[in-house]
């Protein structure tokens, strides 16, 4: 049996961290939602018992158990005790390293894709909580859709579609270690955000408004070690958009675009300056 899957990118339309938990991971307080961006798995179940193999066309990806979409079908396989083996194939467009999101939501589209598979018949909800366990972007990328994600990140509840605006997305030549820049959050100096009056104008149809209360606290402890950051955002504001922010701890940047000729001149003037530029639009 082959099953295909699309696995989109994700983009923080908010992002706060209120506390640490004791274990000393943050406490979330995230808006999200998905952009046409994807990458796309083919999943094959066989008649090898006991054996997952993965497969990318990237050459900056791990094949084996440190890869999350491996992960994902070993959880899901020792959890069930399915005896069939899984290849998994993988073509990458996301950008690794690079806030969107793309290896959790490669995991998720595999579980998405075994579920199917192997007949479980465990709602998005189920898998979203079993995901936890592979990594905190997994379960919002389960469902991948628009949604306020809160706790270690298992906790997604759904919210209203947004417009299908153009987006620009840019990453910078560099990659940024997740925990490292999660190590140098002092909470006592971030400026939280008010994420409920965001919440609030999204379910009121106000995009404007929802717009201006956009923010990611994490910003700045990004940009104190990776000033391309803040040079990008100012570009790309320049050039036109209606906002631009880093997407989860960095480095990538989008920009929001209130039409498409606004996208393709800040896609143009951004092609020289940032190696890796898509022009897409909100899921």
């Known amino acids: 049996m082959v099953i295909t899957e699309k696995a989109p990118a994700k983009i923080n339309l908010s992002l706060d961290t209120p506390m640490r938990y004791l274990d000393g991971l943050p406490k979330w307080d995230m808006v999200m939602t998905s952009i046409d961006l994807a990458d796309y798995l083919t999943i094959e179940i066989h008649d090898h018992p006991q054996t997952?193999?993965?497969?990318?066309?990237s050459g900056f990806l791990p094949?084996?158990?440190?890869?999350?979409?491996?992960?994902?079908?070993?959880?899901?396989?020792?959890?069930?005790?399915?005896?069939?083996?899984?290849?998994?194939?993988?073509?990458?467009?996301?950008?690794?390293?690079?806030?969107?999101?793309?290896?959790?939501?490669?995991?998720?589209?595999?579980l998405r894709g075994l579920n199917r598979g192997w007949k479980l018949g465990l709602s998005l909800a189920e898998l979203a909580k079993l995901s936890l366990s592979i990594d905190s972007d997994v379960p919002y990328c389960v469902y991948s859709r628009t949604a306020h994600v809160t706790g270690h990140g298992e906790v997604v509840t759904p919210?209203?579609?947004?417009?299908?605006?153009?987006?620009?997305?840019?990453?910078?030549k560099i990659s940024v270690s997740t925990p490292t820049i999660l190590r140098q959050i002092n909470y006592e100096q971030l400026a939280h955000l008010d994420n409920q009056a965001l919440i609030a104008a999204m379910e009121a149809g106000d995009w404007q408004g929802a717009v201006a209360k956009m923010d990611n606290v994490l910003e700045p402890v990004t940009e104190r070690q990776?000033?391309?950051?803040?040079?990008?955002?100012?570009?790309?504001?320049?050039?036109?958009?209606?906002?631009?922010?880093?997407s989860g701890t960095g480095p990538t940047v989008f920009a929001l675009c209130k039409s498409e000729s606004r996208a393709k001149r800040i896609y143009n003037g951004l092609r020289g300056f940032c190696n890796e530029v898509y022009q897409v639009v909100l899921l």
Do not use: C, E
Not at 67 to 89: C, D, E, P, S, W
Not at 159 to 171: C, I, Y
Not at 229 to 241: N, P, Q, R
């Open 226 to 246: 990776y000033p391309q950051i803040a040079h990008l955002k100012a570009k790309m504001t320049k050039l036109g958009a209606a906002h631009a922010q880093m």
């Open 63 to 110: 094949n084996d158990q440190r890869n999350l979409a491996y992960q994902a079908a070993h959880m899901l396989k020792t959890r069930f005790h399915q005896a069939a083996g899984v290849t998994i194939r993988i073509q990458k467009n996301i950008p690794v390293a690079a806030g969107l999101g793309g290896g959790s939501s490669d995991a998720a589209a595999v």
């Open 52 to 57: 997952i193999k993965v497969y990318t066309d």
């Open 159 to 172: 919210l209203p579609a947004v417009p299908h605006d153009w987006v620009v997305v840019a990453k910078p």
